[in-house]
């Protein structure tokens, strides 16, 4: 097909890169549905998002638009900014990045911000199964460490401590679970940002990412709860894209052990919404 590249496995969970006609139709279609896209961009080393509609395509510009929140307040975002968008249509996930190259006022009744993008040279395309939780086999033992990196709601409060471990329950392409010690839970709060690291597989490299805390939950055991975490700004640089590629290729091994085991995928609403570790938090077998 025309404009299409494939990245990854053979797996139905892989990544397709779109160019030039393929993109510029996902674009169409989302601006004549004034499709709901999430914006992402780095401010003062914290990643912050925002939802956004797309309004129109002119040329090599897509104008999105804000929408307005319970307190609306202007995106701090400037021109020539790096940003990344990812947008839901119908079974399928687009995520590219961007920069910013102008502002305009706002042609509809809200009060949303009009931003004016230039259009991406690719998209990466993958099917929004991909965001649906795998667990991590049981054959594995895959430790996470993750640390404090602050509050989306310009919190000022610190934790009585700033880095932790956990174990990895299950993964999507959105985030991670955590099962983490119970005395711990004190120190975690929605919206809380933490750094993540974690090591797949014990022959691989550690994977570095950011992420939101988006639910917190009892475990099953008592004497641990989970951690709900979402990636953030996997979308707005080749780095963090390349970063995504790794956890799809992930989730497609764990797959495959589980289907081993005869064990099928976890399908759940929605995935919780994980970096890269020294030797000690690696994953391991015990089989």
């Keep these: 097909m025309v404009g299409i590249e494939m990245q990854g496995t053979d797996s139905m969970n892989d990544v397709e890169i779109l160019k030039s006609e393929e993109l510029r139709e996902v674009l169409e279609k989302a601006v004549q549905k004034n499709t709901a896209a999430v914006l992402s961009h780095l401010s003062k080393g914290q990643w912050h998002t925002t939802n956004i509609a797309l309004r129109a395509m002119t040329g090599h510009t897509l104008h999105v638009e804000t929408i307005e929140q319970e307190s609306p307040h202007p995106v701090n975002i400037e021109i020539n900014q ?46 929004r199964r991909a965001y649906n939780r795998t667990q991590v086999p049981k054959s594995l033992n895959v430790r996470v460490l993750f640390w404090h990196r602050g509050y989306s709601d310009e919190s000022r409060q610190v934790p009585l401590e700033n880095y932790w471990q956990g174990s990895l329950l299950n993964i999507s392409a959105g985030g991670i679970q955590i099962a983490v010690d119970f005395d711990q839970k004190p120190n975690f709060k929605i919206g809380q940002l933490v750094g993540l690291q974690f090591t797949p597989m014990s022959y691989q490299k550690p994977i570095h990412v950011e992420g939101q805390v988006r639910h917190i939950a009892q475990g099953v055991e008592g004497q641990k709860f989970c951690i709900g975490i979402e990636f953030i700004g996997l979308e707005a640089s080749g780095q963090g894209r390349r970063k995504l590629r790794r956890i799809i290729n992930t989730i497609n091994n764990y797959e495959k052990k589980n289907r081993r085991r005869g064990k099928k995928p976890e399908v759940l609403l929605n995935s919780p919404g994980q970096t890269e570790t020294l030797s000690p938090f690696g994953a391991s077998e015990h089989e």
């Design 82 to 127: 790096p940003v990344g968008l990812c947008i839901h249509q119908e079974f399928n996930k687009y995520i590219f990045e961007t920069v910013v190259i102008g502002f305009e006022t706002s042609k509809s009744q809200t009060k949303g911000q009009r931003i004016l993008l230039d259009l991406p040279e690719s998209i990466d395309r993958m099917q």
